[in-house]
Nanobody
């Protein structure tokens, strides 16, 4: 069955960096456009970045543009999110998923502190 496993979250200070990874299994990964989503406490889950199946095109929410970079390695069935210049408002649980929804993983917690 399809499984998405996110990792790389943690506690970081304002201005710091983290690199998230999402390992996929149970699907032909290269056929899926992928995205990173986040859900802050009391908020709706939102899409922050997405990448086409070949990796040749990306999209970013305005709130993260210029600070986050999404990438993928189809040979490793993995999608990444490089997060720089982190802000307090980036605190959330981060999930990866296909743009066509797949079963959600457990997510990885990112906490930005002052």
């Amino acid at each position: 069955q399809v499984q998405l496993v996110e990792s790389g979250g943690g506690l970081v200070q304002v201005g710091g960096s983290l690199r998230l990874s999402c390992a996929a299994s149970g699907l032909t990964f290269s056929r899926y456009d992928m995205g990173w989503y986040r859900q802050a406490p009391g908020a709706e889950r939102e899409l922050v970045a997405r990448i086409t199946r070949s990796g040749d095109s990306t999209y970013y929410a305005n709130s993260v543009k210029g600070r986050f970079t999404i990438s993928r390695d189809n040979a490793k069935y993995t999608v990444y999110l490089e997060m720089n210049s982190l802000k307090l408002e980036d605190t959330a649980i981060y999930y990866c998923n296909g743009i066509i929804p797949l079963p959600w993983g457990q997510g990885t917690q990112v906490t930005v502190s002052s």
